[in-house]
């Protein structure tokens, strides 16, 4: 693989930290790094890839020079950086759900379509952490057996609101331990021993932003814009791993035993799958690791060809981190950094 100068807008984030944790593990062929934050983190240092890097607030001029800048700020930010960052030269990595709907950047996950990476205009996009392992789990079945219908009802990890919200969860469990008051900031109730049916904003039609991400995104991924999908989702106390309970409709029937293998046969996803011995996949085991881990698959009963799930994945790496670097793999392996007529 080629070597490439990165600039990391949002170092200092829950994304961004474990974004340089990711690109040392995989020994990532960075030859320089520029790290960029806000104004409050300017100047911090940070050592990565055995190169020590001091924490700058993004400027054009900084950008230049940089081959792939990996963009993991809000939406907002990514908005006015992403654009500039192509202008200086850079192939742009995004993080927020900014540009993933725009039919000029493709929406990734390499694992399933890593060819829709040759149509990049200059910016690219990872899908939205609950998507990417839904996808990932149920593309394997959709390729021999079509999906006609899916209904998901997630299970999110504070840490898939950033930094903020982890000390929010952290603090105000305390504080209630403790009997005392500590009123949301970050959310619009408690978070802390509390379940929160509203993820991101409300739409006129009833359902949350974060929602129609999940709808509008995995018919994207997969190609597939006439699949019918309905979507649940619920914030819980968790720190790290979107769990999702998901159902699925199919073309023709299919056993459980033959979902468990065309799914374990798919590159990044596991299947813990042994009910009677209480194993399946569960957010405490699978914070820190990067497959996507399924189970309690089994026979929906209520619709004929019928599919049942429990997934499990960490928001951080797989569904943020790990799928934008696998991202920036593919484009070194493919040869599709920014040509200057691209830019
Ligand atoms: N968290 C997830 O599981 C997840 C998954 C998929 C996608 N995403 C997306 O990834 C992005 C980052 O999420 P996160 O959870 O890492 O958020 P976060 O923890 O709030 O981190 C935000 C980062 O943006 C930086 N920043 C803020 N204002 C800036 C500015 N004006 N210029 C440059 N940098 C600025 C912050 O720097 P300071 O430290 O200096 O404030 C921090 O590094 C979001 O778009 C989110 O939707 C997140």
Redesign the pocket.
């Known amino acids: 693989m080629r070597s490439c100068s990165i600039a990391v807008?949002?170092?200092?984030?829950?994304?961004?930290q474990v974004f340089l944790r990711i690109i040392e593990e995989r020994k990532f062929p960075a030859k320089s790094i520029k790290l960029?934050?806000?104004k409050?983190?300017v100047g911090k240092r940070i050592t990565v890839l055995g190169q020590e890097c001091v924490v700058e607030?993004?400027t054009p001029e900084a950008l230049r020079g940089a081959d792939i800048a990996f963009i993991?700020?809000?939406?907002e930010?990514?908005r006015q950086w992403a654009p500039i960052a192509v202008k200086a030269g850079a192939l742009v990595i995004d993080?927020?759900?900014t540009f993933r709907m725009d039919p000029n950047v493709p929406l990734v996950v390499p694992e399933v379509n890593a060819d829709d990476l040759r149509h990049h205009q200059g910016i690219t996009a990872?899908p939205?952490?609950t998507t990417t392992p839904l996808v990932m789990a149920l593309y394997p079945i959709h390729k021999v057996n079509p999906i006609r219908r899916i209904v998901v009802d997630t299970y999110q990890a504070v840490?898939?609101?950033?930094?903020?919200a982890m000390d929010e969860l952290r603090e105000q469990s305390k504080a209630q331990l403790d009997g005392k008051a500590y009123p949301p900031r970050v959310y619009p109730h408690p978070i802390a021993f509390n379940v929160l049916p509203h993820v991101d904003t409300f739409l006129d039609n009833g359902y949350t932003k974060e929602e129609w991400k999940i709808v509008q995104e995995t018919r994207k991924i997969m190609h597939a814009p006439d699949i019918a999908i309905s979507a649940t989702t619920v914030r819980v106390p968790v720190f790290t791993c979107h769990s999702e309970a998901v159902h699925v409709e199919l073309a023709h029937p299919m056993s459980p035993e033959e979902a468990r293998e065309v799914m374990a046969a798919f590159p990044g996803v596991e299947v813990v799958d042994d009910p009677r011995q209480s194993r399946y996949p569960l957010a405490l085991d699978v914070a820190g690791k990067d497959p996507v881990y399924v189970g309690r698959v089994r026979r929906d009963v209520s619709v004929p060809n019928g599919l049942a799930m429990w997934l499990v994945s960490d928001?951080?790496r797989k569904?943020?981190a790990l799928n934008a670097i696998q991202i920036a793999e593919e484009v070194l392996k493919q040869d599709l950094l920014l040509t200057p007529e691209r830019r």
């Open positions: 807008l949002g170092a200092t984030g829950a994304v961004g960029f934050a806000s409050r983190s607030e993004p993991s700020v809000s939406g930010i990514s993080d927020s759900s990872i939205n952490c840490s898939g609101t950033g930094r903020a928001n951080l569904g943020a």
